[in-house]
């Protein structure tokens, strides 16, 4: 079971810089994300998200691939090429994995212009090492699917000192 966290920031350079940050407590096997998304909104009201993994991109790759190797079976490895490539970018368009994309858009219409969330699907975590980590990072909790206990300790933490900042010099 993965727990859905929505936190919000007031610019998107922040709320990337904690993606980034989570990305790299991922490298370190402190947590396993499912997605990782930054959804922000403009200045003139619109929601643009900011996926980890474009599917679209990905797709075309890989209808690349299975094209070409159709279209040397059929003497017509180019014409395989681009309809491979054309209907994997077209499936990987119309394909939605991890988070909702309706579901993160109707809750971002409810931000600042400006502000932008970060949205994450955590699949497991270590908590108190990951906690530590963000500590002090800032940020509101939109919404999550946390129990009302981790929550709160996930709320303390954002809005704590950062240990580097309380410690005396």
Do not use: C
């Not at 054309?86 to 858009?105: E, P, Q, R, V, Y």
């Not at 809750?107 to 108190?128: S, Y």
């Amino acid at each position: 079971m993965s727990d859905l966290v929505a936190i919000v920031y007031p610019s998107e350079a922040q709320a990337e810089a904690m993606r980034n940050k989570l990305l790299e407590l991922q490298q370190e096997y402190l947590i396993e994300l499912n997605d990782a998304v930054v959804v922000e909104k403009t200045a003139d009201g619109k929601v643009k998200l900011h996926q980890l993994f474009n599917t679209t991109a990905a797709g075309a790759a890989s209808g690349s691939f299975w094209g070409l190797l159709i279209g040397i079976l059929f003497f017509m490895p180019v014409v395989g090429v681009a309809v491979g490539a054309a209907t994997g970018a077209l499936s990987g368009a119309l394909s939605d994995f991890g988070i909702n994309d309706k579901f993160m858009k109707e809750l971002a219409e409810g931000m600042q212009p400006g502000n932008a969330a970060l949205f994450v699907l955590i699949k497991k975590m270590t908590a108190d090492k990951v906690l530590d980590a963000v500590k002090g990072t800032g940020g509101t909790v939109l919404k999550t699917s946390l129990d009302h206990t981790r929550e709160q300790a996930l709320r303390d933490a954002l809005a704590a000192t950062p240990a580097s900042e309380s410690a005396p010099a």
